[in-house]
């Protein structure tokens, strides 16, 4: 059986390439044993397009060849092409400039399968980043970006020449700039640039690693003794029956975060829908991005978690039951730039503040996460079920396949110690 021709990678430069072997009749006619010609691409699918007319051109070469019609090419067409010029469209457009490049960027954000949310969302943080560049730097050809003026654009957001312009953090600027570099890798992919000049600059390296090191004395999570001074402290009672904006959210986002370890968005934009019952009687919360105000950070945040049978006891299901699908369980939350939990994140902080558990470097909501975690490791929920509850990706192949068993987990989140009961929410169980 004879094999399919396929586009050929290079082992170094990673450009695809034809080649294809001259039929033995027609070498000397051609005075080549083989055809080779760089398809100007790094990107597979688009090779395998440009591969396709390089194939037909080839065969009508060969057939003019057969029929005494080869005109061999002038020497500034034969300068590294092996087929006519008209072969292929022009892939490689390094003249473009990166407002163009950004363009290209953000329309294929729209094939990339995510929710109109998380597209929309993620066009904007990136092309941000980009156009910061071209206000300080100018809209230069990409093709002539160096790592000099990504050194300079970077030590200018660190330390502004413009007195007036606000200074970004060390880890503000890492993030604009791998944001940066995200564009650049794709016009590379799309055979716009040879090389990613944020990457060539090493860059990062020189503003040193993106996260600190780890202590022994890490905080990012709350202690058991925090979590009971938050819960019992009177202001934060007080905020069950809260209305207006943000409302009983400060009360129930918290407490949910720090029962299940979800991210904050995750729980301020549920639905009713989203709480229900399965089975074996056990409710559970879904995190899906299945609406367009609705989103997860990754793949495997799409999830089931269950309810703890104190959040039950509290009345969570209060908020849901004879409620029409289709309404947010939070409905008094607005989605601003920074989501739906944004207000409460920014009413949260000044509680934990009055209470004395604020710690500079802590995020008052994501804390949680970080606390459940510990709860699990401490009341031995194992570490699969743990990642299954949060929605913790292990990297492990074998872990994808399957399914979570929803009874194993509701069995599980009953390890966690009454954290409501502790903090004198729930009358006392003996």
């Not at 968005?265 to 367009?292: C, K, M, N, S, T």
Request: glycine share 8%.
């Amino acid at each position: 059986m004879a094999l399919i021709a396929q586009p050929f990678r290079h082992p170094d430069s990673g450009i695809y390439y034809l080649r294809r072997r001259v039929p033995d009749d027609l070498r000397q006619i051609i005075g080549k044993t083989e055809i080779r010609r760089s398809l100007n691409t790094r990107h597979y699918l688009q090779a395998k397009a440009a591969f396709a007319l390089a194939y037909a051109e080839s065969e009508r070469l060969f057939n003019d060849a057969r029929q005494g019609l080869y005109a061999e090419p002038s020497k500034s067409e034969a300068v590294g092409q092996h087929l006519p010029t008209p072969l292929l469209p022009a892939i490689k457009e390094g003249s473009i400039r990166l407002s163009e490049a950004l363009a290209r960027y953000v329309q294929s954000i729209s094939m990339s399968g995510r929710s109109e949310y998380v597209s929309r969302r993620h066009a904007a943080d990136y092309s941000r980043a980009v156009n910061r560049f071209i206000s300080d730097m100018g809209d230069k050809p990409i093709a002539s970006i160096q790592s000099s003026h990504i050194h300079t654009f970077a030590a200018n957001l660190i330390q502004p020449a413009d007195d007036n312009v606000k200074p970004l953090a060390t880890s503000s600027t890492r993030l604009l700039l791998a944001r940066l570099s995200s564009v650049m890798a794709f016009s590379v992919d799309s055979g716009l640039l040879e090389t990613n000049p944020v990457t060539a600059s090493r860059i990062h390296k020189r503003l040193g690693s993106g996260k600190p090191k780890r202590r022994l004395d890490d905080n990012r999570g709350y202690s058991w003794s925090e979590l009971v001074t938050l819960f019992s402290h009177s202001e934060f009672q007080q905020l069950r029956h809260a209305e207006g904006r943000p409302g009983n959210a400060v009360f129930w986002i918290p407490l949910m975060a720090a029962y299940t370890g979800g991210r904050r968005e995750e729980l301020a934009q549920l639905y009713v829908e989203d709480i229900h019952q399965h089975e074996g009687g056990a409710w559970f919360i879904r995190i899906i991005d299945d609406r367009p105000d609705k989103s997860v950070k990754t793949d495997s945040s799409r999830r089931e978690i269950p309810l703890h049978p104190d959040l039950i006891t509290l009345g969570l299901l209060t908020l849901v039951q004879g409620r029409p699908a289709g309404t947010r369980m939070f409905p008094q939350l607005v989605k601003v730039s920074d989501g739906f939990a944004g207000i409460v994140s920014k009413s949260w902080r000044p509680i934990t503040q009055r209470c004395g558990v604020y710690q500079p470097g802590r995020n008052p909501l994501h804390a949680f996460r970080h606390s459940f975690k510990t709860l699990a490791r401490e009341h031995g929920i194992p570490k699969e079920v743990s990642d299954w509850i949060t929605g913790h990706a292990t990297g492990h192949i074998g872990d994808s396949y399957g399914i979570n068993p929803l009874s194993r987990m509701a069995q599980e989140i009953q390890k966690l110690p009454s954290l409501a009961e502790a903090a004198g929410l729930l009358p006392n169980r003996g």
